[in-house]
Structure formats: C-alpha cells, structure tokens
C-alpha cells in the first residue's frame, strides 16, 4: 500500500523529509529534477532552491501552488497547482531507501 502523506516535516536543499501514515519518508528531488530539466520546463524553475522550497503538502500529494498552466476547453489558460504523482514519490524514496517505520 502506498503511503498517504500527511505533512512536510523539513526540507534540506532537495531533500524533503515528510511523515506518511506507514512513517518518515525522505526524498531526494535533485537527480529527479535534473534528469527532467528542459529549457522553459517547470523543472528548471524547480531546480533554484528558493523556488524549490516553496514546496507544500495536502494530505495528499507533494506540490507547489501555481506553478502550472492549465488549458481551458475554450483555450484559456488558468495557473494550476503542480502536483507530483504520488506513486511517483513512493518509488522515489523506496528507490533511495529512505522509508523508515516510527
């Protein structure tokens, strides 16, 4: 079962440290970030750290508040949330072997 975040305890340059209902989880969002950057892209926003740092919980999901642009039906665009998947961090920190039981 994938855990369900509950809030962000510290972060520490790209790491977060969050608690999660299975206990602390740690992710490292630097090579995350990297091997996703692109000229423009929301990554390269990310990868300055008083941008990254911005970072937010919702119970839910790790993410940073209008960071995204929508496409409207009619083609408007709208600031959206971006959210990571959270499978994605999950793996993240299972991959980094940073879950630990408390």
């Known amino acids: ?9 510290s972060t520490n ?9 299975q206990g602390k989880i740690d992710i490292d969002f ?3 970030i990297t091997q996703r950057l692109e000229k423009g892209n929301v990554y ?7 941008n990254f740092n911005l970072i937010k919980c919702n ?6 508040e209008g960071l995204a642009t929508a496409v409207n039906l009619d083609g408007s665009k709208v600031k959206a949330d971006f959210e990571l998947d959270p ?3 999950y793996e993240l920190g299972i991959r980094q072997k940073r879950l630990v039981n408390v």
């Open 87 to 89: 499978i994605v961090l």
């Open 30 to 32: 630097k090579d995350f």
């Open 1 to 9: 079962m994938i855990p369900r975040l509950q809030k962000i305890l």
């Open 44 to 50: 390269e926003y990310l990868l300055l750290p008083e």
């Open 13 to 21: 340059g790209y790491v977060v440290s969050c608690m999660t209902d």
């Open 59 to 64: 119970g839910r999901t790790l993410y940073w």
